[in-house]
């Protein structure tokens, strides 16, 4: 028997007012004020567990990229590492910047303790401190030729970016 299809109707009240108090409110505690201020410094304490845990998968993936024989299991695996050897290294990096930060801030607390007026670095001063620290950091490591050659390429494909590219000649 063929079964016939019936239209959805569904009767819509004018005269109904739609209420928020229905609605189920959700909160985000990351940009709602009832969660309070976020402390960096708290954060980093109570979440530093973390990080010991990820040291430790990252132990078990590197015995499991050992073992897999698997192309695509190994690709992946590959990959998951290079996310968290890169989140590392931007943690370690946002760690050195908030050290030169707060050693900034520690000498001027201390000037302005003695009388002068406070100074705030700019952007721009704190940058090149930063620089700074990554060279000595070089240094130590005896890899300077390395790093400055590096860095010389990198400006140098900067610099070239707003050039024009080469164009093909018509002979005919």
Same mark, same amino acid.
């Given at each position: 028997?063929? /079964?016939?299809?019936? %239209?959805?109707?569904?009767?819509?009240? !004018?005269?109904?007012?739609?209420?928020?108090?229905?609605?189920?409110?959700? /909160? #985000?505690?990351?940009? =709602? =004020?009832?969660?309070?201020?976020?402390?960096?410094?708290?954060? !980093?304490?109570?979440? #530093?567990?973390?990080?010991?845990? /990820?040291?430790? =998968? *990252?132990?078990?993936? *590197?015995?499991?990229? &050992?073992?897999?024989?698997?192309?695509? @299991?190994?690709?992946?695996? &590959?990959?998951?590492?290079?996310?968290? %050897? #890169?989140?590392?290294?931007?943690? *370690?990096? *946002?760690?050195?910047?908030?050290?030169?930060?707060?050693?900034?801030? $520690?000498?001027?607390?201390?000037?302005?303790?003695?009388?002068?007026?406070?100074?705030?670095?700019? $952007?721009? %001063?704190?940058? $090149?401190?930063?620089?700074?620290?990554?060279?000595?950091?070089?240094?130590?490591?005896?890899?300077?030729?390395?790093?400055?050659?590096?860095?010389?390429? @990198?400006?140098?494909?900067?610099?070239?970016?707003?050039?024009?590219?080469?164009?093909?000649? #018509? =002979?005919?």
């Amino acid at each position: 028997m063929r /079964r016939l299809s019936i %239209a959805l109707v569904v009767k819509y009240n !004018r005269f109904f007012v739609f209420s928020l108090m229905w609605l189920e409110v959700r /909160r #985000d505690p990351r940009f =709602d =004020d009832l969660s309070g201020k976020l402390n960096p410094d708290l954060f !980093r304490k109570t979440y #530093d567990f973390l990080a010991e845990r /990820r040291a430790q =998968d *990252q132990k078990e993936l *590197q015995k499991a990229l &050992q073992k897999t024989k698997s192309h695509e @299991h190994r690709e992946r695996i &590959q990959s998951a590492l290079k996310s968290m %050897a #890169d989140r590392e290294r931007s943690e *370690q990096q *946002q760690e050195s910047t908030r050290q030169i930060r707060a050693e900034h801030r $520690k000498e001027e607390r201390e000037r302005v303790a003695e009388g002068k007026k406070p100074f705030f670095l700019k $952007k721009s %001063a704190e940058k $090149k401190i930063e620089l700074l620290h990554k060279y000595e950091e070089v240094q130590k490591t005896g890899r300077i030729d390395q790093a400055i050659g590096t860095r010389r390429k @990198h400006t140098a494909t900067k610099g070239r970016r707003g050039l024009p590219s080469r164009r093909e000649h #018509d =002979d005919a």
